[in-house]
């Protein structure tokens, strides 16, 4: 069933080709997971802004939830590349086929290279700033009493989470684990550090006594 042009919790989803484009790409390449996932960030970066009374792009924003997530993927992550960067990269290069401009472009590169960088993404523009909103109030909740009860179920009902307490851990590792040095860091460390037995995160202040400098 389509759901772009849908109205959920009072809020249309885009329903632009470019945007009808990136759902079709989120279904194809990711899981039921990470498209309920996406589309509840969307939601619920939107709800966010509009508390705020923020101006910002809600096509670019959505293109930005779509492709948030998708350098997790076999078919966009990288060997050597954050999977932010994967992601950002890819989303770049669906845009530029719709020749949307220089400035979109970078937008919506930082807004999803930046998703997972609290203490940066909320400093930056509206866009960057709202989708790490709505992937954390995702993931770990913030946010959680900011919204009725009400919306919450709607959304939920429309994007069940798919137990996703259970399940996001594995998916973000299954993303990464085969280039756990591109975490360093970035919150995703603790991932790595959660299911590497082991795990030993590069340490900046070992890093810093054993440079090359003699003094």
């Known amino acids: 069933m389509a759901i772009n042009g849908k109205i959920i919790g009072g809020i249309k989803i885009p329903d632009s080709a470019m945007a009808v484009h990136s759902t079709e790409l989120l279904r194809e390449h990711g899981s039921e997971l990470l498209y309920n996932h996406s589309l509840r960030v969307f939601l619920f970066a939107v709800l966010n802004g509009q508390q705020n009374k923020l101006k910002y792009d809600a096509e670019l924003l959505y293109i930005s939830s779509m492709f948030h997530d998708l350098g997790l993927t076999s078919q966009y ?3 050597d590349k954050r999977f932010e960067i994967d992601g950002a990269n890819a989303a770049r290069d669906f845009l530029r086929s ?12 930082d807004t999803i290279a930046l998703h997972t960088s609290p203490g940066i993404a ?15 109030l995702d993931v770990i909740g913030k946010g959680y009493d900011q919204l009725s009860n009400n919306i919450r179920e709607e959304i939920i009902k429309e994007f069940p989470r798919n137990q996703l307490k259970k399940n996001i851990i594995t998916t973000f590792f299954d993303g990464f684990k085969h280039k756990p040095h591109t975490t360093y860091g970035n919150i995703n460390s603790d991932i790595c550090a959660c299911m590497i037995p082991n795990y030993q995160q590069p340490d900046y202040c070992n890093l810093i006594l054993n440079s090359p400098w003699s003094e």
């Open 77 to 79: 992550r990288s060997e």
């Open 98 to 109: 719709y020749n949307v401009s220089p400035q979109s472009l970078q937008l919506v590169w």
């Open 122 to 136: 909320e400093y930056k523009e509206p866009e960057v700033a709202l989708l790490n909103y709505g992937a954390a």
